[in-house]
């Protein structure tokens, strides 16, 4: 079962590979420049993908995070920090900022944007530094935001991020490709946006601040205060005539999955791709579905595989080894507490769960078991959110390595 989990997971990643994805959203050459620039777990190997089938003369600049590059020839490829930004992703957006400005009507700004480039294009807004930029990225990742709110907030202490680098690059073309890590697949809320028109409002920013006691760093939080500068919005001239294509979403990696699982004899059912909540709770709600569904008191008949998509969220209240997709599964076991007829995986497709090397975990009918057996008390590991290390005592972690892409959490629940 095992073997299976992890084959669909495969098939979830390959289905968003910028390889596949890119070529076949890729615009005429303009007769001027080409201007080829990005940010994102999958700038780098989205850049090769363009490389490799662009007709005609190219060069830019793409940031992506450390491990996560890609060999290009015409391209540059910088590698920064995820999550918290550094001075490698401040410079390189300083560089993709200059890169577009004085263009003319005949030039062209191809714009690669994956999930991660909220963190790795960071420009401070005018007053502000690098270090404020991290203080609030940290509050932030512990405060259980959504990514949507985090995104908000990023967005109006940027000069870079919604919409201000379509901005900067008028009146030239811009086409931004973009690979989708967001539940509901808004461009504008992928890596804040930098190309797409913004919505939101220094009024949000502020109730969002406020909503989850986020007060530093004072910087920060008065620039927010202050309301001036308001990012692009939609109908901005500046902005008129890009264009946006969503080219890889979880929906279409989850569809890739359940093939793979209905080959084998599982129903597949999509409990849907924008999921988001607390992890351990959404785990929980999963797990008693599965109950459910064996008691017969659900629709739902097994065999069937559960599949979900999205991005939950973990409010930080310890200093565990977690990962939002080892805290989602280790809820989801507790609440299954050792059933034959209940397995899963839950991973993220960039093949990084939080700050670990792992891209996720699966559990069987005796992980809780094992884990037990090393002296590890499941509730109390789950409470100080150190998933990570019992389902490494248990031998249960999903390794992969950095897979060059990233459309969000992937999850499936085996129900027999």
């Not at 007769?31 to 007709?55: D, F, H, L, P, Y």
């Not at 490709?177 to 930098?194: F, Q, Y």
């Not at 999205?310 to 977690?322: D, K, L, M, P, W």
């Not at 007829?341 to 559990?363: K, P, Q, R, V, Y």
Request: one cysteine or more; glycine letters at 12%; hydrophobic letters at 45%.
């Amino acid at each position: 079962m095992r073997a299976l989990l992890e084959k669909m997971f495969r098939a979830a990643i390959a289905a968003a590979d910028p390889a596949l994805v890119v070529p076949g959203f890729l615009p005429p050459p303009p007769k001027g420049r080409t201007i080829v620039i990005g940010a994102g777990k999958a700038a780098a190997s989205m850049a090769q993908a363009v490389e490799r089938n662009w007709r005609g003369v190219l060069s830019g600049l793409v940031v992506t995070r450390y491990g996560h590059g890609a060999p290009c020839e015409r391209i540059e490829v910088v590698e920064a920090a995820h999550p918290v930004p550094d001075a490698a992703g401040q410079a390189a957006a300083g560089r993709i900022l200059q890169a577009v400005k004085g263009l003319s009507p005949d030039d062209l700004v191809l714009c690669l944007i994956s999930g991660g480039g909220s963190a790795l294009l960071s420009w401070p807004a005018k007053g502000l530094t690098l270090a404020d930029k991290q203080a609030i990225n940290r509050a932030l990742l512990t405060s259980g935001a959504p990514i949507g709110e985090m995104n908000i907030v990023r967005k109006h202490l940027s000069a870079i991020k919604g919409g201000r680098l379509a901005a900067a690059a008028s009146p030239a073309k811009v086409v931004t490709l973009v690979i989708s890590d967001v539940p509901g697949d808004d461009p504008s809320i992928v890596a804040s946006g930098p190309t797409v028109a913004d919505k939101s409002t220094f009024v949000q920013a502020q109730n969002i601040l406020r909503r989850y006691g986020i007060s530093e760093p004072r910087s920060a939080v008065d620039y927010i205060l202050r309301a001036q500068d308001e990012t692009p919005k939609p109908g901005d001239p500046r902005l008129a005539g890009n264009e946006i294509h969503v080219i890889a979403t979880a929906r279409k990696s989850l569809e890739a999955a359940a093939g793979i699982a209905g080959a084998h004899g599982l129903t597949p059912i999509m409990l849907g791709d924008a999921i988001e909540g607390e992890a351990r709770l959404v785990g929980a709600e999963h797990g008693k579905l599965a109950l459910d569904i064996l008691a017969g008191r659900a629709e739902i008949a097994a065999p069937c595989i559960l599949l979900s998509g999205g991005e939950t969220t973990v409010t930080v209240r310890h200093n565990g080894r977690g990962g939002r997709n080892a805290e989602y599964l280790l809820g989801l076991a507790l609440a299954v507490d050792g059933n034959e007829s209940i397995h899963a995986l839950a991973g993220d497709t960039d093949g990084i769960d939080g700050s670990e090397a792992n891209a996720g975990a699966c559990f069987d009918p005796n992980t809780l078991q094992r884990a037990r057996r090393a002296c590890l008390d499941p509730l109390k590991v789950l409470d100080g959110n150190d998933a990570f290390t019992l389902f490494e005592k248990t031998g249960d972690l999903v390794v992969t390595g950095p897979t060059l892409t990233n459309v969000n959490d992937f999850r499936a629940v085996v129900v027999k």
